[in-house]
């Protein structure tokens, strides 16, 4: 959201909160749903993690950001920003393992499909 906002705004830079080394979990929600749904249908009663086990830095998302929004800017860091911890993570590899379930929606394709959904913007632009 703030990407776009900044974008439409005119800004010449965009602000991601936090670290660009930070380490999280990220997943389409389409993506997320069919691995709850696979994770019901093989197991029973437990407690399982239900991801891809492929994180991803905050900086490297903020560039993929930029790169389907196809918006040129410096990407800005504010000193003081909320970090949170480094590497925040869980592994999947027991859910995956007993499912071989894989994500459908790539990084790329997940971010260009909300910004389209929410925001109007197909890959050639503003719509």
């Not at 260009?112 to 197909?122: R, T």
């Amino acid at each position: 959201d703030r990407a776009v906002r900044e974008m439409r705004a005119g800004s010449k830079q965009f602000t991601v909160w936090g670290d660009p080394g930070v380490v999280r979990d990220l997943l389409y929600v389409d993506d997320q749903i069919d691995a709850i749904l696979t994770a019901d249908a093989a197991f029973e009663n437990c407690i399982l993690n239900c991801n891809s086990n492929r994180p991803i830095a905050i900086g490297d998302f903020a560039k993929a950001v930029l790169r389907a929004l196809k918006w040129d800017v410096e990407i800005v860091y504010p000193a003081g920003s909320f970090r949170g911890t480094e590497y925040k993570t869980l592994d999947a590899s027991r859910f995956l393992v007993a499912t071989g379930w894989q994500p459908k929606t790539g990084l790329a394709e997940g971010i260009q499909a909300i910004l389209q959904e929410d925001y109007g913007i197909d890959r050639s632009g503003l719509k």
